[in-house]
């Protein structure tokens, strides 16, 4: 068990940890985006792939929703396939991510180079540590990387998609070729995220999007061996472990399995039930329906309620939307959703 924090350590940290805190921390997917006019702004001059390459450019656009609202985490501007880009893979946004070459042979599993950080996506790492200089006080940052099934994906897809029905078919058509290449992903991914903590990100969150794709065995035998392989070697980092799983209702016992101290939790699933079947190790994030900020005021904070409610009195809540915020949202609700969130939470 580790030692308790100090009361200096951030809220946001303490309830990863599931200790006491004075008030429930919130943080919002893609927080940093197109919502923002400042974000749009920056964007009407120069272009995602460049933003994300530039050490000053990323930093800055991470904090410029930590400057706007008293959010109390951010999480680095990048995207889930930058480190592949970093490996050499051929790829655009548009503004999803599009694989020139997608992946559907051992041959070009077996050519896929390990990825070196430090010399791959150092610009990343610059980000970090130039985010961590201009942070406010009490407002950590999050570093993160895209789970390798999540990554599987888009690489043998080539492209997003709902289904993701070539991805899919991988899986059952060559299992031992689709393991191999969870196995490199995770090792990359490892790699990634543990140089993101050496440069100063203080926890690290993995995005597993597509679970909701799978059945339970196919979770387990390929999404979950990948996130295990990922995040094993990080345990011993001291920094809280965060994985959000998308549409994984039906997988949350096989989740309850993985060594995390965060479960992200997309808002089908009531927090309740979720916390019931992960246990009283592990905390939650989430999961209001980004929908949600489309409501009057009322109803908005009528809708935050129901959240803290359904995760409850004990430690362990942070506060998020389900998934990605929408660009259409108005930045006012969520100044409106932050505050309630701090109001209504206040112990
Ligand atoms: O604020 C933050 O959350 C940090 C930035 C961030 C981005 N992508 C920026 C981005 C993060 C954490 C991601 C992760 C990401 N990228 C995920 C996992 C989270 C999730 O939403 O499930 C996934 C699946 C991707 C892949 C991806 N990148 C898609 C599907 C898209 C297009 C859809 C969209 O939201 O625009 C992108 C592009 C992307 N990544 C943009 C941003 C701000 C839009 C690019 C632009 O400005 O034109």
Redesign the pocket.
């Known amino acids: 068990m580790a030692a308790r924090m100090s009361p200096d350590t951030p809220v946001f940290l303490r309830a990863c940890r599931r200790e006491p805190v004075p008030y429930t921390p919130v943080w919002i997917?893609?927080?940093?985006?197109?919502y923002l006019p400042e974000y749009r702004e920056l964007?009407a001059r120069v272009d995602?792939v460049t933003l994300t390459r530039s050490a000053e450019l990323a930093a800055e656009v991470t904090l410029q929703p930590v400057r706007r609202f008293p959010l109390d985490a951010a999480?680095?501007?990048?995207?889930?396939?930058t480190p592949l880009q970093g490996m050499g893979i051929g790829l655009e946004?548009e503004?999803?991510?599009i694989v020139r070459e997608p992946i559907r042979s051992r041959a070009q599993i077996e050519a896929l180079p390990a990825l070196v950080p430090e010399r791959d996506v150092p610009f990343v790492l610059e980000a970090v540590r130039l985010t961590r200089a201009g942070a406010p006080a009490g407002v950590p940052l999050i570093g993160?990387a895209?789970a390798p099934f999540?990554l599987l994906c888009y690489l043998v897809c080539g492209k997003?998609s709902k289904e993701f029905s070539a991805a899919r078919a991988f899986l059952y058509a060559e299992p031992e070729a689709a393991e191999q290449l969870i196995d490199r992903l995770a090792d990359a991914m490892s790699a990634y995220l543990r140089a993101q903590a050496a440069a100063g990100a203080q926890a690290l969150m993995l995005?597993e999007?597509w679970a909701g794709l799978l059945g339970p065995p196919e979770y387990r035998r390929f999404a979950l061996r990948g996130a295990r392989r990922t995040l094993a070697a990080l345990r011993t980092l001291g920094v809280p472990l965060i994985y959000y799983a998308?549409q994984a209702s039906a997988l949350m016992e096989v989740v309850a399995e993985l060594d995390v101290d965060v479960v992200g939790v997309d808002w089908r699933s009531p927090l309740g039930s979720v916390r019931r079947t992960l246990g009283p190790q592990k905390a939650v994030q989430g999961n209001l329906d980004p929908a949600a900020l489309f409501a009057a005021p009322q109803e908005l904070e009528r809708q935050v309620d129901g959240v803290l409610a359904e995760a409850g009195h004990e430690p362990g809540h942070i506060f998020n939307l389900g998934?990605?915020i929408w660009p259409e949202t108005d930045p006012g609700a969520v100044a409106r959703l932050i505050d309630h969130v701090h109001e209504r939470s206040r112990r």
């Open positions: 997917m893609r927080q940093a985006g197109r964007r995602f999480i680095l501007f990048s995207d889930i396939m946004f503004p999803g991510p993160f895209g999540t997003p995005f999007s998308n998934h990605g």
